[in-house]
C-alpha cells in the first residue's frame, strides 16, 4: 500500500514555472513506477510523465516533451515534476500515480494508487 500527497500547484501566468511534488508513504517506494496525469474539467484524464523505479526509463506526453521534467529520489520518498514555460492549456488538476510494475505506463487505468490531486493554473 502506497499513500500519496501532493503539493505545489497554484496560479502562474504563461511562461512562468512550477514545481509539484508528490510525497509517499510506504517503505516499497523505489520498487513503484511514479507518474503524473492530470484533468481538466470536462476532459479525461491524461497521462504527462512517468519515471521507473530506478529513473533509468522516463516517458513524457508530447504536448509536455521539453517543458517539464519529471524526477525522483528514492531515499526521500518523493517525485516531482518541473514544469516549465506553462501555456493555460496546462490548466488541470494534477495528479500523482503509482504502479506496481517497472514500466512507464501511460494509461491511468494502469496505475494503482492515487493522491488527491493539486491544481495548476495558468492564465494568459
Known amino acids: 500500500q502506497v499513500q500519496l500527497v501532493e503539493s505545489g500547484g497554484g496560479l502562474v501566468q504563461a511562461g512562468g514555472s512550477l514545481r509539484l511534488s508528490c510525497a509517499a508513504s510506504?517503505?516499497?517506494?523505489?520498487?513503484?513506477?511514479m507518474g503524473w496525469f492530470r484533468q481538466a474539467p470536462g476532459k479525461e484524464r491524461e497521462f504527462v510523465a512517468a519515471?521507473?523505479?530506478?529513473?533509468?526509463?522516463?516517458n513524457y506526453a508530447e504536448s509536455v516533451n521539453g517543458r517539464f521534467t519529471i524526477s525522483r529520489v528514492n531515499a526521500r520518498n518523493t517525485v516531482s515534476l518541473q514544469m516549465n514555460s506553462l501555456k493555460p492549456e496546462d490548466t488541470a488538476v494534477y495528479y500523482c500515480?503509482?504502479?506496481?510494475?517497472?514500466?512507464?505506463?501511460?494509461?491511468?487505468?494502469?496505475?494503482?494508487?492515487w493522491g488527491q490531486g493539486t491544481q495548476v493554473t495558468v492564465s494568459s
Open positions: 500515480a503509482a504502479r506496481q510494475r517497472s514500466d512507464t505506463a501511460t494509461m491511468w487505468t494502469q496505475y494503482d494508487f
Open positions: 519515471i521507473s523505479w530506478i529513473g533509468g526509463d522516463i
Open positions: 510506504g517503505r516499497t517506494f523505489s520498487s513503484y513506477t
